[in-house]
Structures are given as structure tokens and as C-alpha cells.
């Protein structure tokens, strides 16, 4: 249960429709102004919005004798003593007494006018921390003033804002408190949320929240402020996860008033498709497949992203939605970030669909001219029904004949314009149709997190691995116990299977000092001479690439060196044991993506972790949790506390705005009512949610339409 803080919710009329206004009359000091903007603050609502980090608390002025040490505390007293000491360094050191005992303080960097000011006689208020040191109780650096005898305390907490270069926290406390107390504007912190609403879900006023948090009066209990469980907290997190709520469903919506070209099943295409496939598909997979059918079949664009665990079976259900695309006959898109990833597509997509006459065309930016030139034509001319491809997909010269369906795989990885080029492609300027969109990952989104940012989208999820697949046993071994892992390559070797060895670097670094993929290569073919070794990595030509990994997928290469490129994509069943070199420079999405690579056939598999000491406390971490889950849900949401949304999620690729106030992991049930009150209000209360998103948003919500 939410629970209000005293007081009636604020039922003001909601603001009227006016652009936020400018800061730029707040303040004539164009300096000001720069640093402001760099904070992000451009209007007079990014002013009110600009919260408090924390607080300090100048109601209360301790007896010197009575006050805690520990944290910081406002005591007042007479300065009996001052002096400038040159040893052991030089500093400005004053006596200050209260009556009740006495405390030093001490600055180490200071100006003549501070020694001038400070001198014997004056009265001082001091706010800061005392501790022991050399001269008994004392204070270094602290918050000091001269005052007159009775002057009055201040009379709500002071608030310490996040600040910039240059800025200061007065010339920011005065601005806000001009916005805040502005006569000719009291409509700026007018409700954008229906009254019912705010006393349904028991929150506080938006105006009383915000006047709340720039000026708490003394009795505020302080710890709920710094937590941030106050009310008056919740109603500004709730408030900013309405606005993303709202946002998202909006462009949800609009999405869905777009018309899609209606893609029907055809069951006996489809049944013969699964008849030749050499395995079943799971439940999971059924049911994902059903859900992107019955979304195909709809004249509004499908705009899904199908999320599964490394290994549980994507492709196969990307494959079926193409189908479903190319029996109506319409073309399919599958965009994929790396050119072995997208071979990989290629090659089991062609293998599939050759049986059932459906050609399918690969295109990427290293083929040779006269080959991109054939598969270009056979584009746009609508011979190819399915093309596979990187980022040369959504190039200029690429025209679609009749473009119905796009698959983006590990769609994190492509930039917001990107995504939203490959979708135009289906969309000429003559065209009134939309192509069905389809996203896959193999990161999974913690739910919270998907609730928040993929409110926007439809979403899927294969919660089950294939029958057969061997459990991966993950060891952590430090570099120093490297001949033993020889040792072990050379007895899996030996048994006929294979090995990777995963390099994070191709070239020499200084700074990171890591293994290089070149000089593994070297070492590991001296040492293993009665082994076929291979190397792979992301600057070697494309037919290279696609040699090498052909060699290894059949048995030919015993021993795979190779960077990164790998991380997805690589299917090789008789691989069980993967090296991971420098394991502690690597995040966990990235770690659990290679070990993937391993576990894909009958044999046990293990994936060895190899570090260099010392490890800093996040790799620590990292590592501590790849060892102990193999679960990609639970080691998405563990790296979702390490690291955040933003960083998790890829803001800068995802266009998505990020959350200032709100903390996913500790606000799920402010998250649940937003959820509930977005539809809400775009159902009866359209015109506040536009407000609404106006106040928090501004023009953030420009790249959600991808």
C-alpha cells in the first residue's frame, strides 16, 4: 500500500497548454546560463525538477560537549583563539567556544580574507563532522559563517543539489526558490493527474511533493528523505514513471493505428516446414510461435521482441514468421550485427527453405561488387523472398520489391536510427502500409525492467531449452594455473572434440595489458603441434571468417582461437570445453553469450573463467555471479543491480529516456500502479497524459516511435 503524507492531495486544475518557459529571464549571467544547460536545465519545470541529492540539516545548533560525532551536526560559538600555522603544514587554525566546551577548526586551504574574517571575538556557526585529531575535537573544512548574537535558525533542512563546474549551490537554491515563489506563474506545478486518481492511489499532491523536497521543514524525519521513502518521493517517482508509462503505451498505440499488411497462416506450408526439421519444438517455442502468428494476421504492425536464453532456439522461430510472411507473398528482412552471425542465419535459414523452393539471398557490405550487385537486383525485383544480411540491409542503394516482415536480431546492438531504417525500407513514400516488426535477444530484460521500458512492445519469451542440451559446469581459474588448462584442452582434444579459446584483444594494448588473440594463436600452436589450431577474429576478410568457421563447425580446426566474434551465433554441437582469457575485463551478458557456444550437443561441456590478479571488487562480482547461475534471467536481473538501466539497456542505442528518480529494484509496486493508471488516463484523460508527458518528458519521446 502506497501511504500518503498528511495532507489533503493537491486538486488544482491541471496546467494550462503553454511551452515551459525559458530560463534565460531567470538569469542575466550568460556564464550561469552555459553551466545550467549543462545540468540538462533549460526550463523553469527542469528547475523544479532539479531534486536534492541530499540534505543538511541547519535547523538545530548542538552544545559543542552534547554534539554526536559521526555525522554531520550545526553548533554555534565565539572564536577565542585564531592563527595561521606553518607546521606541520600551513593552515588556518581557531579555537571556537560555546560555553558548553570548546572545538577546533581547522582549514588547510584557505584565503587572507577567511583569516581576516575569522578572527578572535566573532561569532561562528559551524556545520560539518566532528572527529578526534591532534588538536581534541575538531573540525576540518567545515560550513562556516559569521552571525550576530539570536540569529534565527533556518527553518526547513538545506538541500545540496547536483551541481557542475563553477556552479554553485546558492546560485542554485535562489534559483529554484524564485521558480518555486513565482507570483505570474502559479500554474507551473498544476496537477496533470485527474484528483481521483491521486486519492485513489493514496500519494501526496504534486505541488505539496515538490515544495516538500526543496523545503523540508524541521520535524521531516530525515532518513526517509535520504532513502528516499518519503511521500513525497513516491509521488515524484510515481509521477516520472507515469510519464514513461504514458509515452511508451502512446507510441504503442499510434503503432497500432498504422495499418500492416494482414499475413495469414497457411497451415500446410507450415506443417511441412516443421515435418523437415530434425528436432521438435518445445512448448515454449510453440508458444511463441503462435503468439507472432496471430500477430502477423493482424492489419497492424507486429512490433514484438522475442527474448530467449542462449541456445533456446530463436532462429527456428524467426524462420516460421518469415514463412508465414512468404506464403502471402511478401519478403522477409533478417538483420543480424556481425557477419558471422548473420552466415550463420544464412546458412541454416538456406537449408531449411532450399527443400521447399524458397530462395534466399545473403548480403553484407564485404562482398565482392558483382555478387552485391546480383543480390541487389534479386532484391528489388522481388525474386528473393528472404535476405539475410548485417547492416547492408538498410543501405541507401537496398529497395525492397514488397518488404512485409523484419527480423532484428540482438537488437540492442543496432543503433535507434538503424532499426527504424530497416522498418522504412517497407515503407516507400507512396506506401499507406507498415512492415510487422520482430526483435530478438538473447539478454533477457528483467521483468521489472521490461514493465518499464518495454511498455512500448509486445513481448515473448522462450522459457525453456531444448531437450538434450548438457548443463555447462563453469570454473574459475587464475592465469597462474594456466598449465593446467593445456592440460585439460589437450585431453578433450584427445577424446575428439573441440575447444575455444575466446581473446578479448587483437592488438597489443598497454593500458589493459591483456592477452592478444595473435600472440595465443602463436603460443598454443607451438605447444599443441599435434593439434589443428585455427584464428578467427573481426578484421579478417569475410571469406576468411566464413572459411575458418566452416573448418572448425566440421572438425577440421581441433582448437579455435578467436575474439569476441563468436559471442553469438556460432553453433558447433562437438565443442564442450571454451577458454575464456581475462574473463575479469568482460561483462556478465558478454560472458554468458560465450559460454553459450558450448553445451549445444550431447557431451558434458565446461567453460573455463581464466583471470589475472588482483580482481578489482566489481570483477569480483561479476565473476562470482557467472559461477554460481546459468540462468540468463537471473544473471540479467544481478547485472541490472551492478549496473543500472541506462548502461544495461544501452541508452544510448535504445533511445529510450532513462529514469532519474525512480529505482526499478525498490519501486516495483509505484511501478505496477503506473502500469494501470497510463491506460487509464490516455482512455478518459487524454488531455492531462499529454501534459503530463509534456512536463517530464519534453521532447525526450522523439526516437520511441523505432
Not at 548542538?62 to 593552515?91: C, M, S, T, Y
Not at 546492438?413 to 530478438?440: D, E, I, W
Not at 553469438?568 to 554468458?592: C, F, K, T, Y
Not at 534471467?633 to 543491480?641: K, N, S
Request: glycine fraction near 6%; include cysteine; proline fraction near 6%.
Amino acid at each position: 500500500m502506497l501511504t500518503a503524507m498528511p495532507g489533503a492531495a493537491d486538486t488544482s486544475a491541471s496546467a494550462p497548454d503553454r511551452p515551459d518557459a525559458s530560463i534565460t529571464a531567470l538569469t542575466q549571467s550568460k556564464k550561469t546560463l552555459e553551466k545550467l544547460l549543462r545540468l540538462g536545465i533549460r526550463t523553469e519545470m527542469d528547475l523544479a525538477l532539479h531534486l536534492p541529492l541530499r540534505y543538511e540539516d541547519e535547523t538545530h545548533v548542538f552544545p559543542i560537549n552534547d554534539a554526536p560525532e559521526g555525522r554531520a551536526v550545526q553548533v554555534e560559538g565565539v572564536i577565542a583563539h585564531a592563527e595561521v600555522l606553518l607546521k606541520p603544514r600551513r593552515q588556518l587554525v581557531c579555537q571556537v567556544e560555546d560555553g558548553s566546551g570548546s572545538l577546533c577548526m581547522r582549514f588547510l586551504n584557505f584565503y587572507g580574507s577567511q583569516v581576516t574574517a575569522y578572527a578572535a571575538g566573532k561569532r561562528v556557526r559551524l556545520f560539518g563532522e566532528i572527529r578526534h585529531g591532534f588538536f581534541g575535537a575538531e573540525m576540518v573544512h567545515p560550513k562556516c559563517r559569521v552571525i550576530t548574537r539570536n540569529e534565527p535558525l533556518s527553518d526547513a533542512m538545506t538541500p545540496v543539489y547536483p551541481v557542475t563546474a563553477g556552479l554553485h549551490q546558492q546560485t542554485l537554491r535562489k534559483l529554484i526558490s524564485q521558480v518555486l515563489n513565482s507570483p505570474h506563474d502559479p500554474s507551473l506545478l498544476s496537477e496533470t493527474v485527474p484528483a481521483g486518481i491521486i486519492q485513489r492511489i493514496r500519494l501526496p499532491g504534486f505541488r505539496e511533493s515538490i515544495q516538500m523536497l526543496h523545503h523540508p521543514p524541521p520535524e521531516t524525519v530525515a532518513v526517509s528523505l535520504q532513502n528516499r521513502t518519503h511521500p513525497a518521493w513516491q509521488r515524484i517517482k510515481f509521477d516520472e514513471l507515469l510519464a514513461q508509462q504514458l509515452s511508451m503505451r502512446l507510441h504503442y498505440r499510434q503503432r497500432r493505428s498504422r495499418k500492416a499488411p494482414r499475413l495469414v497462416r497457411h497451415p500446410a506450408l507450415h506443417d511441412a516446414f516443421m515435418a523437415q526439421l530434425p528436432f521438435q519444438p518445445t512448448q515454449a517455442q510453440n508458444r511463441v510461435i503462435a503468439e507472432i502468428s496471430h500477430d502477423l494476421d493482424s492489419d497492424h504492425p507486429m512490433q514484438r521482441l522475442l527474448q530467449g536464453d542462449v541456445g533456446s532456439g530463436k532462429t527456428v522461430v524467426a524462420a516460421i514468421a518469415a514463412l508465414q510472411a512468404i506464403a502471402n507473398g511478401y519478403q522477409t528482412a533478417i538483420m543480424a550485427p556481425t557477419e558471422i552471425l548473420a552466415e550463420q542465419h544464412f546458412q541454416k535459414l538456406n537449408a531449411w527453405f532450399a527443400p521447399m523452393q524458397i530462395p534466399v539471398t545473403w548480403l553484407s557490405g564485404s562482398q565482392k561488387k558483382k555478387d552485391r550487385q546480383t543480390a541487389l537486383a534479386t532484391i528489388e525485383s522481388g525474386e528473393t523472398m528472404l535476405a539475410i544480411g548485417t547492416h547492408a540491409l538498410f543501405q541507401e542503394q537496398v529497395n525492397f520489391h514488397r518488404l512485409g516482415l523484419a527480423v532484428i536480431d540482438e537488437q540492442h546492438r543496432f543503433g535507434v536510427h538503424q532499426r527504424l531504417a530497416l522498418r522504412m525500407k517497407g515503407m516507400p513514400a507512396s506506401a499507406t502500409q507498415a512492415p510487422h516488426q520482430l526483435m530478438m535477444s538473447a539478454t533477457p530484460i528483467p521483468r521489472t525492467l521490461s514493465m518499464s521500458y518495454l511498455a512500448d512492445l509486445d513481448v515473448s519469451v522462450i522459457d525453456e531449452l531444448p531437450q538434450g542440451r548438457s548443463p555447462v559446469v563453469t570454473k574459475l581459474v587464475a592465469d597462474s594455473r594456466r598449465d593446467e588448462v593445456m592440460e585439460r584442452i589437450r585431453h578433450v582434444c584427445g577424446q575428439g572434440r573441440q575447444v575455444y579459446w575466446v581473446c578479448p584483444l587483437i592488438e597489443e594494448s598497454e593500458t589493459l595489458q591483456l592477452q592478444t588473440a595473435m600472440e595465443t594463436y602463436e603460443t598454443l600452436c607451438k605447444t599443441f603441434s599435434g593439434l589443428r589450431v585455427g584464428l578467427v577474429h573481426g578484421r579478417l576478410a569475410a571469406p576468411e571468417k566464413t572459411n575458418i568457421m566452416a573448418q572448425f563447425k566440421h572438425g577440421d580446426i581441433q582448437l579455435l582461437v578467436a575474439t569476441t566474434v563468436i559471442e553469438v551465433g556460432v553453433d558447433v554441437p562437438n565443442a564442450s570445453l571454451m577458454v575464456i582469457e581475462n574473463a575479469e575485463r568482460m561483462g556478465l551478458s558478454q560472458l554468458h553469450q560465450l559460454r553459450g557456444r558450448v553445451g549445444r550437443g550431447a557431451d558434458a561441456s565446461v567453460c573455463i573463467l581464466m583471470y589475472q590478479k588482483p580482481l578489482s571488487e566489481i570483477a569480483r562480482k561479476r565473476l562470482k555471479i557467472i559461477f554460481e547461475h546459468s540462468d540468463g534471467f537471473e544473471i540479467a536481473r544481478q547485472d541490472l543491480r551492478l549496473r543500472g538501466p541506462g548502461e544495461f539497456l544501452g541508452a544510448r542505442q535504445s533511445g529510450i529516456p532513462m529514469l532519474r528518480f525512480a529505482d526499478l529494484e525498490l519501486d516495483g509496486a509505484l511501478l505496477t500502479a503506473a502500469q494501470a493508471v497510463a491506460d487509464e488516463m490516455l482512455n478518459h484523460y487524454p488531455h492531462q497524459a499529454q501534459q503530463h508527458i509534456r512536463r517530464w518528458l519534453g521532447q525526450k519521446t522523439e526516437y520511441l516511435r523505432v
